[in-house]
Structures are given as C-alpha cells and as structure tokens.
C-alpha cells in the first residue's frame, strides 16, 4: 500500500528519492531509491530498528540541503528525532517529506537474527488494538507511539481500522496528499495511546536505578565501555565527543596509585560510569526514547531505564517534550528568570 | 586517618570577572576564608561543562563550587543563565539517580562581595564537613563503605 504510493508519487513527479528500510540476509537497513523501479526492493514497514531514520537523514543532508524531493518513511520515534535533529540545525528539512504511520513496535536485531518474526504479525496485533510481546522495552514504553501533528508531514493509520488511512501532519503534507488525490480519514487511536502511557507511567516507578553509587555501580557492572550506545545515539551527533579524546583520561602513573591509596583499590577503566554520567548531562534533555542505547549494547544492559527515566526527569525540569514541542531544546534556550530552586545551598537567592 | 577531624576538599570553578575578584578581594580584605576551597578559574561560569565537576566529585572532591556572575551581570551578556541551566540538569541527573545534589553549588557572587565569598566558602565547607566525605569518589573503585 505504501509501495503503491511511492510509486503513484513517482509518476506524478511529486518525489525523486524515497529513504525507507529494505531487508538483509538477517536485517533490515535503510536505503535510498531514486528510480521507481527500485520501488520493490523496500520494505517500508520493518520489524526492526538497526539504525534511527532521522540519523540517516543527517547524514544526507549534514553538508547541503537535499537537492531533489525525498520522501523518507520513519516511525514515530524517528519522526521525533527528525525534529529534535532539525532544531539542532543537524537536518536541513527542505526538500523532504516525512511520512510515519502507527508504529507496531520493533523486535530487538539481535533477537531478530535468531528468530525472524514477520512485520505482518506484529502489525495484525496493533489492528485489533493490542501489541506484541515480542517487541522491544523502548517499544513496549512508547509515550508516542502514533504519527503526531507538526512532527513529520503525512501520517498513516494502522490502528483499529482494517484498511489503512492518511493523514495530514503539516502544510506540506496535506499539499502531498491532494496532489496524490487522497482523501484524509481517521481512526481512533486514543485507547491504544492510553495503553502505552500507563505501561510508561508504571515502567517509570518500577525500573528506576535508585541507591546512588551502588545502584548505578551493579547497573553499569557488565558495562565494556565501547561507546556503543553513544555510537548509535541519534541525538549523540557531536563530531569530536569529550569521552572519545583519549588525552582527556591521560594520567601518569602517580596518579593511579594514589587513587588506590585513598579509594582502597580502583576499577579500571575509571571512566566507565562517568561517561554515562556525562552522557545523561549532554543528551539527556533531548532524549527521543528510542531505545537503540540498548539494543547496540553488547551486553544487554537495560541502558533505555538510565537514559529514558532519568531523561524523563529532565525534561521535567525544563517542561519540554523532545521532539514534539515547537521550543529550542533547553540546552541551547535560557529564561532570565527561572530554576532559582538550583541556586545556593537551599535554593533561591538571596 | 579515622582519628583525624575530617577536612573536606572543595573544587571551586570561579568566572574571571566577578567570583575569582571577589575571591581576591576577600584576600586583600583579610577576610578568614577555609583553606579546604581549591579554586581554578574559568573564563565565565558558561564555559564549565558539568562533566567536569562530576569528574571532580569522583576524582577525590568533596563538593564543587560554581561561582558566577549575578543574573544579568555577566561580562558575555548570557553566561550565566546557560550556566544555571546546566546546572539544574546535573543537580537532576544527580538526584534522580539518588546522589548527594547538595555536593554541585552554584553560588552567584559578584567582583565586589568579598565578604560574600568568605561567607559562602565558610558556611559551605562547615556544611560539607558535618555531611561527611563524599561517596561519589568511590564510583568506580573497590572501597567505600557498603561494597562488601
């Protein structure tokens, strides 16, 4: 059905270039198609998420803006970061439109590999208004889990409804889509919406990492330190990153050892848990809850509860939902006046 | 090192142009203030990334001082606020992981309160001296009192 449309779109020259996911030997990838031919070859709707859509994205427009009309399918977790991404000045937007539809959830990579599981059977649940278990912790967590308005541009509903229906996100999207010659339909998604929210609201409660040091020290405990996470983090676009320049951590070896005098013994690498730390403080405003931290860990460190939990707190502080409000992003953004809780020793000046 | 009274370590980030002059003028005051205050100072209380003082927490400091400009009195015209609100995310980041989030400060001081950063750095360090040392630093190391 989507395929169809691409290829309609093709034909009425309203789109040059699709980006959408098409399937490996034991993954999906994202690829890009300019020919309406190569049409076939996408899988629009994939089971999985080996990479964030809108990180791709970037990548396509980090030097230029897009010179010919791309039309880029994305989940709504995708749709999100391609938002954040154009407010960080990272995506240039013209030239691209951004169709995402109700997402069914995306089965880990790893788990995929061993045990494919076909995108219909995830989607056959979320149409009676359920979701599979087989899906990811970011994914059973959704806050957004359904196309929103102002992020992306066309929306596709899959909920609640046997046949799929079309809806306008933005200007540019409704331009789309009476070009096309589609009319606009809805579906009511608000209970399923609501299932997901209450999984989120108790998933917060249960799975926070409390008890300070040690809490953290037994959650990062298998933890490599490969970076993965941040390698794989959409909002993580930095070119030189803090953690990766090695001289920063450079020490002689007096440093080490007086150390472990005074901390009894020390782990090494000794920036293992500062990195996430640091990681929590640089992205942690704009968190989009994608969940791929955990997925690229090795170690299948549950890394979505740190980031998304403690994500969520900031983003408490600042009032801002990455991805969805219009506002700057708090990092770039200050108020003259604001957080005097955070002043002095107890809060407010004097 | 149980016997001996416990003297905490405080990494101070000062902005150049009104805490570290204020820092100087509490010195030329002759204005009693702890020798438990490490400063170091930065060009403006913005250009701290709070990475920094979260490394110094877990390097052996006892508590972190950021001291900056009063709001709207920044020599680069927005410093501070950027300053504050970095603050506001590590003092969250911190707290939500349930740390110690009275051991970051932040503390407006401008160039001619001297009698203002000798109190702030006294009342701070005899805070810091009843709470103890700080547990941050055993992050990542074999010691600290609950491990095993």
Known sequence: MLKKLMVDAFEKGLIEAVMAPAATKDSYTYALITKKEDVDKLTPIAPVMQWNGADMLRRITRLKKSERKLLAILRPCEARTYKELVKFNQVNPENIIVLSYDCPGTIHARTYKYQP???????????????????REACKVCEYPTPIPNVGDIGLGLVNTDSPVFFALSDKGKEFLKAMGIEEGSRNADEWIAMHRKIREEWYEKERIRGGRKGLEEFLSSCLNCHNCKNMCPICFCKECFFEDRTVFDYESTKFFNWADDKDGIRLPTDKALFHIGRLIHMGTSCIGCGLC???????????????????????????KPGVDDAIPPVMDFREDELHEFEGLLGGEE | MKE??????????????????????????????????????????????????????????????????????????????KARRRIAIVKTVLKSLEFDDDRVLLEWISGSEGPKFARVMNEYTEYIRNKGPSDFKYLDSLGGEEVE
């Open chain 1, 294 to 320: 955990q997925q690229a860990c090795p170690m299948d460190i549950p890394l979505y509860r740190l980031f998304g939990i403690v994500g969520n707190e900031l983003q408490k502080v600042f009032d801002y």
């Open chain 1, 117 to 135: 599981t076909g995108i219909d059977e995830l989607i056959a649940e979320i149409k009676k208004g359920g979701k599979s278990n087989k899906i």
């Open chain 2, 4 to 81: 001996k009274k416990f003297e905490p370590v405080i990494v101070g980030f000062f902005c150049n142009w009104c805490t570290s002059a204020a820092a100087d003028l509490a010195g030329t005051s002759r204005l009693h203030y702890p020798p438990n205050i490490r400063p170091i100072r930065v060009m403006c209380s913005s250009t701290v990334d709070p990475v920094y003082m979260i490394r110094a927490l877990q390097e052996g400091a006892d508590a972190t001082i950021l001291g900056g400009c009063h709001p709207g009195d920044c020599h680069y015209i927005t410093g501070n606020y």
